[in-house]
């Protein structure tokens, strides 16, 4: 769904891409049945704005399943709307409803097993990938080259919730990780030398299946002082009886 939430996308098993506006699409409609119309085959149903075309058949004019396993919106206005898909072949397509109903890119991601989660990163050209093989990717949408991936999963990623500095991923292993980001605003032949890392985790009693974030609260983190830094917490009282210095802890 679009961030003002006035249409939305789905897909599905031999369901391809497809853009409806919200309110028309919840709208009762009178049946076909009642006014005595056949409906075609590409006529649009209430509400839907665009549907997509199957990719090109193969070499031996084979067709492609569809098997759209996940989706999300990269980008969206009134005129168009550039979506990303994931496929149960291990592709990534990448749809713009204003040059065409067939994908403008096709991307072969994943070697083994289909995409199962996708997410547009914080950064222009940023997309995060999972699939069912327990690999994270992170795309660049300039080229559909994986930029750089993730490692130390032993599940596949079921959610992705990106934010200005860091991924926040939900496997079927029972763990939430929060991982770090690179910027890919480098030249398209070179390759980001901060790889992703796993900054924390978390196992769960239950498979997280959805992932969101809620709030950022920001924690002052106190280092444990060694040596001479003590002293400089400590404030001389006066002097004893032996003429050393005695001190307290100072309360800032």
Not at 26 to 51: A, I, M, Y
Not at 128 to 157: E, M, P, W
Not at 205 to 218: G, L, Y
Request: with cysteine; net charge negative.
């Amino acid at each position: 769904m679009t961030s003002c939430q006035d249409r939305f996308a789905y897909g599905g098993d031999e369901v391809d891409v497809s853009v409806w506006d919200t309110e028309q699409a919840f709208t009762p409609q009178p049946s076909s049945d009642s006014l005595g119309k056949k409906r075609k085959r590409d006529t649009l149903f209430p509400g839907e704005l665009w549907r997509a075309k199957n990719v090109q058949n193969d070499n031996l004019g084979l067709r492609s399943p569809l098997r759209i396993t996940c989706l999300t919106y990269l980008a969206s206005s009134s005129a168009s709307h550039h979506l990303a898909a994931g496929t149960g072949l291990g592709n990534v397509h990448r749809y713009d409803t204003r040059a065409s109903k067939r994908p403008v890119s096709d991307w072969k991601i994943a070697k083994n097993g289909g995409i199962k989660s996708i997410e547009k990163g914080m950064s222009e050209h940023e997309l995060f990938a999972g699939d069912h093989d327990s690999n994270l990717y992170t795309l660049d949408l300039r080229n559909g080259r994986i930029a750089y991936r993730y490692q130390g999963l032993s599940g596949a990623v079921t959610s992705l919730a990106p934010s200005p500095t860091f991924l926040a991923s939900a496997a079927l292993d029972r763990f939430v990780r929060i991982h770090s980001t690179s910027s890919l605003e480098q030249q398209v032949c070179q390759q980001p030398q901060q790889k992703g890392q796993i900054l924390d985790k978390v196992f769960m009693k239950c498979t997280p299946t959805t992932i969101v974030w809620d709030s950022v609260i920001e924690q002052s983190i106190t280092i444990p002082m060694e040596g001479d830094d003590v002293w400089e917490t400590l404030e001389t009282t006066g002097i004893d009886s032996d003429g050393e210095s005695k001190y307290q802890k100072r309360l800032d």
